[in-house]
Nanobody
Framework: QVQVVESGGGLVQAGGSLRLSCTASDLRFDRYTMGWFRQAPGKEREGVSFHSWSGSNTYYADSVKGRATIYKDNSKNTLYLQMNSLKPEDTAMYYC?????????????????WGQGTQVTVSS
């Protein structure tokens, strides 16, 4: 049974950095587009960044472009999202997601597996 588990969230001051991690047991990264959605209270879920199942293509939402880097370690079945220059508007629950053979970016309604989420809070 596939389990997707996030870690790395926390409380950080504006301008700081965090690295989110996502591990997925029994899931082949070369078949799934992997990435991150986030949802802030009272707002819709937003696609943040994704790594294609094939090759090295990546996607970044305009809101994080230039401040985030997504990469994966296939040998460890782990996906990472390095976020720098964090802003209070980055505050949200971040969810790792896996969508089989999906183009970039995947829609939330086609995601096959979700993690439970990790909270990121950025104080001003």
């Amino acid at each position: 049974q596939v389990q997707v588990v996030e870690s790395g969230g926390g409380l950080v001051q504006a301008g700081g950095s965090l690295r989110l991690s996502c591990t997925a047991s029994d899931l082949r990264f070369d078949r799934y587009t992997m990435g991150w959605f986030r949802q802030a209270p009272g707002k819709e879920r937003e696609g943040v960044s994704f790594h294609s199942w094939s090759g090295s293509n990546t996607y970044y939402a305009d809101s994080v472009k230039g401040r985030a880097t997504i990469y994966k370690d296939n040998s460890k079945n782990t996906l990472y999202l390095q976020m720098n220059s964090l802003k209070p508007e980055d505050t949200a629950m971040y969810y790792c997601a896996a969508a089989k053979y999906s183009d970039l970016p995947p829609r939330a309604d086609i995601v096959d597996y979700w993690g439970q989420g990790t909270q990121v809070t950025v104080s001003s």
